[in-house]
């Protein structure tokens, strides 16, 4: 669990920072199935080729290729109709070539070059943010599940080409890893001439499956906790339990099938991932409220080392973790 609160605070942290920021986020957008590229380089070397003193993991330097697919850029403020003007530069692909650095202590990232298959939006960065944007033909096959991780791009400056074996799983980075040190940056650094800039953002920790996992546990638990003891095949001591609190709206068997209904409603709705925040919260205190009623009517599920108690702690240790890897709700937009 530490891991996790350590992992976690890194985004939260940048999160915050962003915010506080009047007049930030500028933009919102997606970044889809990134693939990480690293190679270590000889720190001298490197760092004549950059205007940013390099930030070091243990001594030592790397330089990151990074592919993406970027979908759905649009201004925080504008609604709709910014969306819309958008559109010509919402989505495309994009291959950058980052070095590690630090500026007044900040650590960060500094785009030695970037590769985007839009041609507008090559027009645009330099301008607007000091972006060193090439075109390129890019094309992305980044589909872990079917075993595919493929990309080329090809420009007049070269031609670039990876293929890998996807991993079966996905984890956390570890706090203090080197992989940590290259992913969990929120900071970016570009130098256009003499003229030096930043710009911040934030994204969700990029290992996501230990919250999928969580959640869609949880889900598959309300599914089953409902279709089955409440209303295919209802349980005798479940109706004595409903029938002794007291809760009855027309008959205990009544009470518990509509129960089941709500159940397997919310279950989908986890494994949906819908407002995950919410979702969670909702769980841990609906189960909260059962086992208070369930303790008071059978004292005994209490020293049950099998019972519904054990049980309901193992699934609100899964929404502590869907908590807090999901992404906390998006600041409404005033425009």
């Not at 890194?10 to 990480?36: I, K, M, N, Y």
């Not at 070269?158 to 940590?180: K, M, N, Q, W």
């Not at 409903?242 to 009470?255: A, D, F, L, N, Y």
Request: charged share 20%.
């Amino acid at each position: 669990m530490n891991e996790t609160i350590a992992f976690v605070n890194a985004s939260g942290q940048a999160r915050h920072r962003l915010l506080a920021t009047h007049g930030e986020p500028l933009f919102h957008a997606r970044w889809d199935r990134a693939v990480f590229i690293h190679y270590e380089c000889d720190p001298e070397a490197l760092q004549k080729c950059l205007p940013f003193p390099l930030d070091l993991y243990n001594g030592r330097a790397f330089v990151s290729v990074v592919a993406f697919t970027m979908q759905e850029m649009r201004p925080r403020l504008g609604g709709p109709i910014a969306a819309w003007l958008f559109k010509p530069i919402a989505t495309h692909r994009f291959l950058n070539v980052r070095s590690y650095v630090k500026h007044k202590g900040e650590p960060g990232i500094y785009f030695m070059a970037e590769w985007l298959s839009n041609r507008l939006s090559v027009l645009l960065g330099p301008v607007t943010f000091g972006l060193p944007y090439r075109f390129g033909q890019i094309e992305y096959w980044h589909n872990p599940d079917a075993g595919e991780l493929e990309g080329r791009i090809a420009s007049t400056y070269g031609a670039f080409e990876y293929c890998a074996l996807p991993a079966v799983e996905f984890d956390l980075c570890e706090p203090g890893s080197v992989t940590e040190f290259l992913l969990e940056r929120y900071t970016a650094y570009t130098c256009a001439g003499d003229r030096k800039r930043f710009f911040r953002v934030w994204h969700e920790p990029w290992q996501q499956t230990i919250k999928i996992i969580s959640r869609i546990a949880m889900g598959l638990v309300w599914l089953y906790e409902g279709l089955i003891p409440k209303i295919l095949f209802l349980r005798s001591d479940e109706v004595d339990l409903v029938r002794r609190s007291g809760v009855i709206w027309r008959t205990p068997e009544w009470t518990l099938q509509v129960l089941g209904i709500a159940q397997i409603a919310f279950g989908i709705w986890l494994i949906a991932g819908w407002a995950e925040r919410f979702a969670v919260a909702i769980a841990t205190a609906w189960m909260a409220v059962l086992i208070v009623l369930v303790a008071g009517v059978n004292p005994d599920m209490l020293t049950d080392p099998y019972g519904a108690l054990i049980k309901d702690l193992c699934l609100i240790a899964c929404a502590i973790t869907v908590w807090m890897l999901a992404p906390p709700l998006e600041r409404p937009d005033s425009g």
